[in-house]
């Protein structure tokens, strides 16, 4: 079944660690994005995609990386977990060129640096 | 700058009521726009977009360009409505959301 999939879904870890939050799709999408939210806060763009190889910088200024080797697959990583990390981060994907401007969610994975 | 404004961050009615979540938006161009809901224990998806003039689960929206607004609007609002709600703007190839109404239908 086509879909959009993040794992962890949740994830605890401690301050210096190296994390890597997973983004896969099955739905042939050339468009990738990640964007952060805290509670009651907009979603910001932090990185998008529009193919394999091609990665660039959203409008929020993030300590985050990420790369696009194979289409379907979009890891966001963290090479050392501070506190002011803690968020939730949500994956999403779209079709190249398409009008209809639909955004595809995943289920989102909740980052908590202690 | 694209920004996107949802001045309330929670909305109550009753049952049967109408109901109409604001939005406002800023942009240099002509904007397509969008709302997206989440409900609870499921993704963001979308609900409708301007260009396609629809309504969805009776819900319906108007871009009004003098205004800069793109509210929800809903006749009468039902139990199943209750949600977050974001509304979003396309610039090219990014999108940009507010910061959500949460919509409480009560019985």
């Known amino acids: 079944e086509a879909d959009i999939y993040q794992t962890p879904r949740y994830l605890v870890i401690g301050t210096g660690k190296k994390i890597t939050l997973e983004c896969s799709q099955t739905?042939?999408?050339?468009?990738m994005y990640w964007y952060q939210q805290d509670p009651g806060m907009e979603l910001h763009l932090i990185h998008y995609?529009?193919?394999?190889?091609?990665?660039e910088k959203g409008d929020l200024s993030s300590e985050s990386t990420v790369s696009r080797i194979r289409t379907e697959h979009f890891p966001l990583t963290l090479e050392s977990a501070r506190p002011s990390h803690t968020s939730q981060y949500l994956c999403?994907?779209?079709?190249?060129?398409?009008?209809?401007?639909?955004?595809?969610f995943g289920e989102g994975s909740r980052l908590t640096v202690l | 700058a694209q920004r996107v404004t949802q001045p309330e961050k929670l909305l109550s009615v009753f049952k049967g009521a109408p109901v109409e979540l604001k939005c406002n938006y800023s942009?240099?161009?002509?904007?397509?726009l969008f709302w997206y809901v989440q409900y609870s224990r499921q993704r963001l998806q979308l609900l409708l977009r301007h260009i396609s003039r629809e309504s969805i689960k009776g819900f319906t929206a108007d871009l009004n360009k003098g205004e800069t607004s793109f509210h929800l609007k809903k006749p009468f609002a039902q139990e199943e409505d209750s949600a977050m709600y974001y509304c979003a703007l396309r610039d090219f190839n990014k999108f940009y959301f507010g910061s959500g109404t949460k919509l409480n239908v009560k019985p």
């Open positions: 942009y240099s161009g002509s904007p397509e």
């Open positions: 739905m042939g999408h050339d468009k």
């Open positions: 995609s529009y193919g394999v190889n091609s990665t």
């Open positions: 999403a994907s779209s079709e190249q060129g398409a009008r209809t401007g639909e955004l595809f």
